[in-house]
């Protein structure tokens, strides 16, 4: 249950649009004097901003801590207002202020870009980019989701023109099975073709997000296979694939890590650990890259 609201408050502070920051401080209450300056609500503040991504637009208020039923935690609520939405979730913290629990256990004393870093797999995934860049971007996409097909134009025609080697980009499939009927099917196709050929994946999957307005429930799979084969993939062995699911653990794997790093929508990116969410204007993403390539100098 906590996962799942928590869940949503990261899918709200996705939409939230430009607006001022105003950030409310709680009193310290009897309780939370027990807490040493390190577990602050202001910490707690900027590590979940952090770790989840979410805007400096959006409001987040930690309530005054409150002993709990765990007697090694204090209790505590996180408002989160975008201005047009609340949304509240109840969270718990050691008493000795290293740890927070939502869903999850998290080190407040441990930088939370690169625990993402650590979170995510890059061993034998589909790449494009030399392995040693100094700066990564792994993307979290869905093949039917129109956002995710703007932002491989953009990858494709601005972010690797522009960067070249400096840039690694890492690939996972994230299907969002609830709303879209052939995304899965894609992907297993997706990841297919990387187990079939690699060289293929990254001309294969700009093809089928080129095509998203042909593909329908009914047709994907002709149509992934006439992608396939225009692709330089054998027919024959990439429907044998399709048809047997062989590479949906593959596929499995990266919705399940990206559901233990909060991922509520598509496309979400991780570019040194640092989340963006959506398609942000290329100014604002250009900002972004060099500030990463500036930090890993």
């Known amino acids: ?18 607006l001022s920051v ?67 979730q109840r969270a ?17 004393n441990a930088d939370p870009r690169k625990e993402v870093e650590h979170s995510i797999s890059l061993r034998g995934q589909p790449s494009v980019g030399p392995a040693n860049a100094p700066v990564t971007i792994v993307e979290y996409a869905d ?3 129109p956002m995710c097909a703007r932002m491989q134009k953009f990858l494709e025609q601005e972010v690797i023109p522009k960067y070249g080697n ?7 499939e994230f299907p969002l099975v609830a709303i879209h009927d052939w995304a899965l099917t894609a992907a297993i196709a997706n990841q297919c ?5 690699p060289s293929v994946y990254f001309r294969y999957r700009s093809m089928i997000f080129k095509n998203q307005d042909l593909i329908n429930g009914a047709n994907v799979r002709t149509l992934l296979l006439d992608f396939g084969q225009r692709s330089g993939l054998n027919r024959l062995r990439l429907a044998t694939c399709i048809d047997s699911k062989q590479s949906l653990p593959r596929v499995e794997a990266d919705m399940q890590e990206g559901q233990q790093l909060g991922i509520a929508s598509t496309p979400t990116l991780f570019i040194n650990g640092r989340p963006v969410v959506g398609m942000p204007m290329p100014a604002q993403f250009f900002k972004i890259l060099d500030q990463a390539l500036s930090n890993a100098k």
């Open 1 to 18: 249950m906590i996962k799942r609201h928590w869940k949503k408050l990261i899918a709200l502070a996705g939409l939230v649009s430009l």
């Open 166 to 172: 400096r840039v690694r980009i890492v690939f996972k």
């Open 92 to 108: 718990f913290v050691t008493k000795d202020g290293h740890y927070m629990v939502i869903g999850n256990i998290y080190a407040l």
């Open 22 to 88: 105003v950030l409310v401080a709680s009193q310290t209450t009897r309780t939370a004097a027990k807490m040493s300056e390190s577990a602050s609500e202001q910490k707690i503040i900027h590590y979940v901003r952090e770790r989840f991504g979410i805007p400096a637009a959006t409001k987040l208020l930690v309530a005054p801590f409150q002993d709990s039923e765990y007697n090694d935690f204090f209790q505590t609520t996180i408002f989160v207002d975008n201005g047009k939405q609340k949304s509240e």
């Open 193 to 197: 073709s990387y187990e079939l050929d």
């Open 143 to 145: 093949l039917e989701c």
